[in-house]
């Protein structure tokens, strides 16, 4: 076996995920298993041999992720999941699964896809990283449809032994207290960086209002200075108007006496000659009387 042959070997073999349980069944329970085998849905996935034309499937008629649609018939969800597992997914398929961009619900079934086939030792590497994801997805429907996160789908995937009612497959003990061992310090650590991120919320909060709690300060000291300054404005604005009416008065009472009595003088003088006329011409008018 030449150099090249030997790496594309390794390389393949690195793609491939390692699986546990029954290889025929997908680890799925009996019930579900047989009712996908003679559903006429999956007989019609036949037809579809490639990983993209069955994630184009679950695109198109995926809505809930629901085991069950009525009574026993199995939903399109995990007939559709089943297929993938006749296609025997390589480790980049899944990877593309639980990251895809399209459909909430192709992530799911490859989260689910997991959950049923891969070695549970190897779970915590798959799902630590998707525990916080907020996207949502139906997982029953009817009147009043359940409604979880995909972190919560993880979370009920490693802790719980039952989905939507169906049995998933056992962990053996050892591995599932490891897990919940692993979560607990996960939620801790998530807790205490929480912790951290509020208070340095609290402290940019505080750092904030002091800095608006000053500037208010001094405008408050700005306004008083302007408005003493307007107060002593106005004052002597009220002392230069008192000292000019002030002069004003002065200068009426500083007028010279001399020219009060040359005024008085003025008048007399003029009300005498105006008796005089006054005299003259009463005169001449009874020297007239008397000539006739």
Not at 184 to 199: G, H, I, L, T, V
Not at 210 to 230: A, G, H, T
Request: net charge positive; charged share 35%.
């Amino acid at each position: 076996m030449n150099k090249a042959t030997s790496q594309k070997n390794t390389k393949k073999a690195s793609n491939v995920l390692e699986t546990w349980g029954n290889e025929s069944t997908m680890n799925l329970n009996a019930i579900i298993y047989q009712n996908i085998l003679s559903s006429p849905y999956f007989r019609s996935l036949y037809t579809k041999k490639t990983f993209h034309e069955i994630v184009d499937e679950i695109y198109n008629e995926v809505y809930v992720l629901t085991p069950f649609i009525k009574g026993t018939q199995p939903s399109t969800a995990f007939c559709c999941l089943f297929k993938m597992w006749t296609l025997r997914l390589t480790i980049k398929q899944i990877e593309n699964l639980v990251d895809h961009v399209d459909s909430p619900y192709i992530r799911a079934i490859g989260f689910l896809y997991l959950r049923y086939v891969c070695a549970p030792a190897q779970l915590w590497d798959w799902f630590q990283y998707y525990l916080e994801d907020e996207e949502e997805i139906t997982i029953s429907g009817g009147i009043n449809p359940t409604k979880i996160t995909i972190g919560q789908l993880c979370r009920m995937l490693i802790t719980e032994q039952k989905f939507q009612g169906t049995m998933l497959p056992r962990i053996p003990i050892p591995i599932a207290r490891d897990l919940e061992k692993k979560l607990d310090e996960y939620d801790r650590e998530k807790r205490k960086e929480s912790k951290q991120r509020y208070d340095r919320d609290d402290d940019n909060e505080d750092r904030y209002y002091s800095r608006r709690d000053r500037s208010r300060s001094y405008r408050s000291r700005s306004r008083s200075r302007e408005r003493r300054r307007d107060h002593h404005r106005d004052e002597f604005d009220e002392y230069e108007r008192s000292r000019d009416r002030s002069r004003h008065y002065d200068r009426r009472r500083s007028i010279s006496p001399d020219y009060s009595r040359r005024k008085e003088r003025r008048y007399s003088r003029s009300r005498s000659r105006s008796r005089d006329h006054h005299r003259h011409s009463r005169e001449r008018e009874s020297s007239k009387y008397r000539d006739y």
